[in-house]
């Protein structure tokens, strides 16, 4: 019983292919994220869900598209993907988007050979 | 423009060393500081967190020292153990800025 969990754990892959991340959690929360965490371990904000609807959306190139078909789950597709694009990206949720205290997901190592 | 400042970068005690890692914020709006720990090949693990109001908060072996003047925390980690080795983040978040802002972390290791 993960509280956030995603799917897959280790994704490789050829540039230029597109991929999905699967998030989904069950502790009832209103809030979502998606996170890149770099190579140097640095981690970043890259979109907020609340209750399915975007409310953050940093610089982040448009290959990057979120998906929350319902408030449990959280998807992230990749267009074109490229080197740069390797990093392990972790999904989160919060009770509300005023409670940031976020629930992070064992993360997706993605490879973009 | 980093809005939370980590130092160090890497720290290195004993077993039974009390390490201590520090952040710097800019944005006065923050309320909300939590830390993180995070274990190779695993997501952050909220381990400890503290709003504006309090100087000081104690969980367990794990303290966080606030000083809103000079707009820092810092996390203490008593008598600490080899599993304690892990990279530890600070985070800020408040005002209109709801999302967690992350320092650049800290690799911690506890050496037998």
């Known amino acids: 019983d993960t509280a956030v969990s995603q799917t897959p754990k280790y994704l490789v892959t050829q540039m230029g292919n597109d991929k999905s991340i699967k998030c989904e959690q069950n502790?009832?929360?209103?809030?979502m994220y998606w996170y890149k965490q770099d190579s140097k371990k640095f981690l970043k904000i890259m979109f907020s869900y609340n209750n399915k609807e975007l409310i953050i959306n940093e610089t982040v190139p448009n290959r990057f598209s979120p998906k929350s078909p319902d408030k449990a789950h959280l998807n992230l597709h990749i267009n074109s993907l490229e080197l740069g694009d390797s990093a392990v990206y972790f999904c989160a949720s919060s009770p509300h988007p005023m409670n940031t205290e976020a629930f992070f997901g064992q993360g997706t190592r993605l490879t973009v050979v | 423009q980093q809005q939370v400042k980590q130092s160090p970068q890497s720290l290195i005690v004993q077993k039974g060393g009390i390490p201590i890692i520090n952040c710097a914020y800019e944005n006065t709006a923050f309320d909300y500081f939590p830390w993180y720990q995070q274990f190779p090949g695993k997501g952050p693990a909220l381990l400890i967190a503290i709003r504006p109001d309090v100087s000081e908060k104690k969980e367990g072996r794990f303290t966080i020292s606030f000083n809103k003047s000079a707009k820092q925390f810092s996390l203490h980690i008593m008598d600490s153990q080899p599993g304690d080795s892990a990279t530890y983040f600070c985070a800020a978040s408040g005002g209109s800025n709801y999302k967690l802002t992350f320092g650049k972390g800290t690799l911690l290791t506890v050496n037998p």
């Open positions: 502790l009832g929360h209103d809030t």
